[in-house]
């Protein structure tokens, strides 16, 4: 009847099912312009239905302009509605399947299976059943303030930072910090500056922008300064607590030199603090920002602390950045989410994240020590270990060897995920004797295991 | 003693005290490069703590690279330390006070008083403690699978609409849907089209990235897509189920045309679906995307039906612009937080999602009477209300004036925030006769109150 198939088991109802059938055949053009459509009353009898339900499609149809005249024998086709339908493709090509992974070194995964989660999801339920009221609707880009509060106390406790509450600025995690960083400081013609190697997350936002890019040498203390070419900046990001990924720490002598350019330049320094809370032997490394906070960027995540999904990340921002900030923000995403904010307040406040992170430091110092231990059994000296003992990861040096794509490809197949720091790099000639290791999330048992399969690759291939 | 006061009651330790003040009388030259420190035996002696104290704060001075040689008598200042301190100011001017806001027509504000918080505590409470656990690391840029199954069939149920679920992917809200589009889309040269008025949000981040802007016009049918000029496209954004701030239905004839256009040209239209919800006679809009989604990209929001603060939206996805899209998501900000998708999901599934909507849709279509009739009770023929009768504003039109900042501002002084059409607008020559009011979150008493405050504004300024 008039091509219209009804499902009466259908959550759709039927006036909306005849509503759309006669819309296809409009627009394929099965129902040419002009065309007189049946009587509700006819179309009622035909299709078995009421005739309020087709009174109720042809109203719909008559409301967006498909049909002339509302009801009964007059309705028209309405004119200019055939339209070509475009290639209906859906890319659904996946990647091609590989054999599983069974030991997984990838970088930046913290050990999600200590995670208090029962006392977070009692935080969680707290903050869902006290919502405060004026932060459900949109509550602007700065975040939730008394988080900023808790985060400024943290800090304190933690580093020896002393941060204004109101300078901090709630992101969704790091990534989201640095994007909008790019945006808010480049200067036209100006370069970025990054450390080689570094992290592809900043780096990709700086070429997809087009803004021109300048790298800075990196040894085993960090990046080097003196290697800056070009004085006209935009910015220069750093990891100066646990360079990433060669984990060395950038001494007072650079850092100091760092932000006399900065000050020399007029150009902020971006001092990316992603994982200095896990630091194995001594205290936490001070930030840069300690040491002048005028030039300096501040971006920290809870990535690493808390867990990757929580999404809440801040940055403490000079006064002279702060609306320019907001607009991005505003015109970015808004604000976070409130819920987390507000059950993250409370982690904070009740001290338990200090707690866990004293927990997970022995945790991951343990896993460090196994994993430095499996190496050196393995490979003896073959190896160098580089970085300062902290963070989540760690680079080894093997000396003479030249490591490829080919190499990491081997890995792959054996069921071993490792990266290269070449990987990292800018240009193809330093540092291409050096694998990179994410340990965080692994057991004991897979990083011996985990250990002993990479030699066996490494045996077969460069022996 | 060397500087150093130390506070007993602090939760920042003894030894991070002694090496933050030695450090900032290091960076300021107090300590100039070369000075011999106190020995560990002599300083503790003199501040009256233990020497493993002192010991720990120089060894976090050495390891930061503040001072040469670690412990003991021959412990010297690092050389090139000194820095002049930057200025230091806090921006902290904020928005001169004005009076209260008592009659707030902002628009886009749902009633939050009426959301089901209890229910949604709840559902939150059961996504804390059974969060997926695959789920809280990186999980990547598409969203949560389970949500976007669940959002294909309330699209199938509530707009007809077939939508892949693999074709949805979940964003912060339609802001970031569109910020990043914006950038999706661009081609060199190419223009955006706009219609006039918008909604300044994919204006402005269009301007702020410098990308060509074009406009159409726009009557109280939508966009008027013959009055685009230059064919050389990026895409074209429109709001045809409820236009932004007119409140046309764009009927089928110009979508249809619209549809051409893009398919004609290469580009894609952006369909912003963001209040259709809400529509008060007849079934809810059938959006452009039901008749020719290889064109179109469709991006829906929870803003307005859920609370603006849970950040959740969603884009539909061509095929083509899949692999884009998740490029420039992962750089964005990686993914949406998981636990409140877990919960939406739930609400999606359990129907929660449907009676919600179908409350509001009678509560705010009472208030929009409520409003039209103290409209024409205080202003009688003065005014003609435009639009359909959908969504949370209305545009009100009063022949024979024009609306400036002043009489904005006089309202503001009055208690009053109101918008007129032409701040929405691209040039000052059309729609300067008209109001915009959104209701959604007003009581019938303020809705009342207000018109007859706005009255009293009106009437003194252009009586």
Redesign the interface.
């Known amino acids: 009847m008039w091509g219209v198939k009804l499902r009466y088991n259908s959550?759709?109802g039927l006036?909306?099912?005849i509503?759309?059938s006669f819309?296809q055949q409009?627009?394929t053009g099965r129902f040419p312009e002009g065309e007189v459509l049946p009587s509700t009353r006819e179309l009622a009898k035909g299709l078995g239905v009421s005739r309020n339900t087709v009174c109720?499609a042809y109203?719909?149809l008559w409301?967006?302009?498909?049909i002339i005249s509302r009801q009964g024998a007059s309705s028209r086709v309405?004119?200019?509605?055939?339209?070509?339908?475009?290639?209906?493709?859906?890319?659904?090509e996946r990647k091609k399947e590989h054999n599983p992974i069974v030991w997984d070194f990838k970088t930046g995964?913290?050990d999600?299976s200590l995670?208090p989660?029962k006392l977070?999801?009692k935080m969680?339920?707290n903050a869902?059943?006290c919502?405060p009221?004026q932060?459900?609707?949109?509550?602007g880009p700065r975040g939730y303030e008394p988080l900023c509060e808790e985060i400024a106390?943290w800090l304190?406790?933690s580093r020896?930072m002393e941060v204004?509450p109101?300078?901090i600025y709630i992101?969704?995690?790091a990534?989201?910090a640095l994007?909008l960083l790019v945006?808010i400081l480049n200067k036209d013609k100006f370069s970025f500056v990054l450390e080689n190697p570094s992290h592809p997350?900043i780096r990709?936002?700086i070429e997809?922008r087009g803004y021109p890019l300048q790298w800075m040498a990196t040894d085993n203390q960090g990046a080097d300064v003196s290697t800056i070419q070009d004085n006209k900046l935009s910015a220069i990001y750093v990891t100066p607590s646990h360079q990433f990924p060669l984990g060395g720490?950038l001494?007072?002598?650079?850092?100091?030199?760092l932000?006399?350019l900065a000050?020399d330049n007029n150009c902020y320094i971006i001092e990316d603090d992603y994982d200095s809370e896990f630091r194995y032997s001594?205290?936490p490394?001070?930030p840069i920002y300690?040491?002048?906070?005028?030039?300096v960027v501040y971006v920290g995540t809870f990535s690493k602390t808390m867990?990757?999904?929580?999404?809440?990340g801040f940055v403490i921002l000079p006064?002279?950045l702060?609306?320019k900030w907001e607009h991005?923000r505003n015109?970015?995403?808004?604000?976070?989410?409130?819920?987390?904010q507000v059950a993250l307040t409370e982690f904070l406040h009740s001290r338990k994240m200090d707690k866990h992170i004293q927990r997970m430091r022995r945790v991951y110092g343990e896993k460090r020590k196994i994993l430095l231990s499996s190496v050196e059994h393995t490979f003896g000296s073959l190896v160098k270990p580089w970085g300062d003992a902290s963070g989540l990861h760690l680079s080894l040096q093997f000396p003479g060897i030249t490591f490829g794509r080919e190499f990491i490809s081997e890995c792959r197949n054996a069921g071993i995920r490792i990266a290269t720091v070449i990987q990292y790099c800018s240009t193809a000639d330093k540092h291409m004797d050096k694998l990179l290791l994410g340990y965080g999330?692994l057991t004991h048992v897979q990083i011996e295991e985990g250990i002993r399969a990479l030699y066996r690759v490494w045996e077969e291939y460069y022996c």
Chains 1, 2 share one sequence.
């Not at 309405?78 to 659904?92: C, M, Q, R, W």
């Not at 001494?251 to 030199?257: D, I, Q, S, Y």
């Not at 300690?290 to 030039?295: G, L, N, T, V, Y």
């Not at 015109?331 to 987390?340: A, K, T």
Request: proline share 4%; net charge negative.
């Open positions: 959550e759709v006036a909306r099912q509503y759309s819309k409009i627009l109720e109203d719909m409301t967006e302009g498909f309405a004119e200019g509605l055939h339209i070509t339908p475009g290639n209906t493709e859906h890319k659904k995964q913290p999600l995670f989660w977070w999801s969680i339920n869902a059943s919502l009221a932060q459900l609707g949109y509550s106390g304190l406790r020896s204004q109101g300078d992101t969704s995690g990534t989201q994007h945006d997350g990709t936002v997809d720490i001494p007072a002598g650079r850092r100091a030199e932000i006399r000050c001594g205290s490394i001070s300690s040491m002048d906070f005028s030039h867990f990757p999904a929580l999404r809440i006064g002279k702060q609306e991005g015109y970015l995403d808004v604000q976070n989410s409130i819920l987390e999330h």
